[in-house]
């Protein structure tokens, strides 16, 4: 079965600093990567996501990614954050096969201060 | 885009009692729904996969039949739980994938279900 590493738990962080949350997936032949952010009492949002083609993945916000196969990684990048990026991110995967479910990391809080 | 509404946002009822949670996918079909339970600063984790006109496949551990998943149409599916206790307080949240074309899951808001 797919599962995901998230390697923090938190995160500090100030403001305009870069960020980096790390994930780790479990190998297989296709995977499917996600990273979402859920903000208090509410939903999910989609980051953005890794399917196939080039392996930086740019997605809302100002975040990116990078897919790295040999380390079987997926981190999660911002070169400058905002108070308002204080939340959860999950990291997510789907071996693509129709009707699997996404699978989430433990999550990572991040907090940015002044 | 595509969007899945998910209904109530939050409840409240009493020990005992049964809650349905609905959530609908408004744009688009869905062959394939599931259904997460999140505790507090915890993630989400499965806890089955409803496929419209059949039977839910629920994760190890979910109890079927406290927990009655319905995907009566290519469009809703229902999460009813049964008897409801204190320690079912959670929050709910579905996600479903479409029929054809595209690859992606969509999330609804969650339910915050409060058992008293």
Redesign the interface.
Known sequence: AQSVTQLDSQVPVFEEAPVELRCNYSSSVSV?L?W?VQYP????QLLL?Y?SGSTLVKGINGFEAEFNKSQTSFHLRKPSVHISDTAEY?CAV?D?Q??????????TTLSVSS | GAVVS?HPSRVICKSGTSVKIECRSLDFQA??M?W?RQFPK?????MA?S?EGSKATYEQGVEKDKFLINHASLTLSTLTVTSAHPEDSSFY?C?A?PVQGG???T????T?LTVV
């Open positions: 499917y996600f979402y009492n509410q939903g999910l996501k399917l999950y789907s693509g129709a009707g699997t479910a996404l699978i989430f990391g433990k999550g | 998910q062959t394939t599931f997460y915890q993630s989400l984790m499965l996969t496929n949240i996600s994938s690859y992606g899951y999330f609804g808001s969650g915050r």
